[in-house]
């Protein structure tokens, strides 16, 4: 046995053991990552987790009793720190949508390459968001998102960020650049100070691997997070 102390305590829920016993031998060959717990239901993912506070939770979104999109969200409501790899079978849409409502940080199909899977865990424990990748390949599902996040319905009051390829202050600032405003117009509608646009803006250019404001804001038009500018008469 390899030495685990201080890996990735990782929490396995899944129905199938074939499936477990499959992840298992592919994770259990990794230096850094132990597997602390598993659940073959989302009740029981729900239990374990609160009482094993595991640092990544690996979970079949097609769970019994309680689906394992509902057993994130609680978990995640109740264990916020854990991190939550989502993989389905069903590659639908809806289905990468709850997820992200649910607060997963990765979202795979069961059939992924392992170095898919051990790559996902390392990047959500660091505090990645993988599932952005998904978001950003699907624009129906980032358009929803969008919505969400305007209505501010993902962000409970008080309540820490789920999911966001952009924050609604970001989406907010982009918008406002694709009516063609400058940093100095953006600063005075929104009452913040120029040096927060910026700053703002460097955020948008890194998540979305652009390199200038315009790039960002066609990418965000294509994708369907803002609209685009109406042309003058």
């Not at 924050?167 to 040096?195: C, F, H, M, W």
């Not at 700053?199 to 804001?217: C, E, F, G």
Request: aromatic fraction near 4%.
């Amino acid at each position: 046995m390899k030495d685990k102390a201080g890996g990735i305590r990782i929490l396995l829920a899944d129905a199938s053991r074939i499936a477990t016993m499959g992840i298992t031998q592919v994770l259990e060959k990794e230096s850094d990552m132990e597997i602390v717990g598993i659940a073959t239901d989302g009740e029981v993912a729900v239990a374990k987790a609160s009482e094993l506070e595991p640092d990544v939770l690996i979970i079949e979104a097609e769970l019994p009793k309680l689906s394992g999109i509902e057993a994130a969200q609680r978990i995640r409501r109740e264990v916020p720190h854990v991190a939550v790899v989502v993989l389905t079978a069903d590659d639908q849409e809806q289905t990468l949508f709850d997820a992200i409502r649910a607060g997963a940080a990765a979202y795979l199909h069961k059939d992924c390459d392992p170095a898919e899977l051990i790559d996902s865990i390392r990047k959500v424990r660091a505090g990645a968001f993988v599932i952005n990748e998904k978001i950003f390949s699907r624009p129906a599902v980032a358009s929803r998102v969008l919505a969400e996040f305007r209505e501010l319905s993902v962000y409970g009051p008080g309540s820490a960020r789920v999911f966001a390829p952009l924050s609604p202050r970001e989406v907010q600032i982009l918008d406002s650049i694709a009516q063609g405003r400058t940093n100095k117009e953006v600063a005075y509608a929104l009452a913040i100070s120029e040096q927060t646009v910026k700053n703002h803006m460097s955020s948008i250019l890194r998540k979305l691997s652009v390199n200038d404001r315009t790039q960002a804001v066609v990418y965000a038009i294509r994708q369907g997070w803002i609209k685009a500018p109406e042309l003058g008469h």
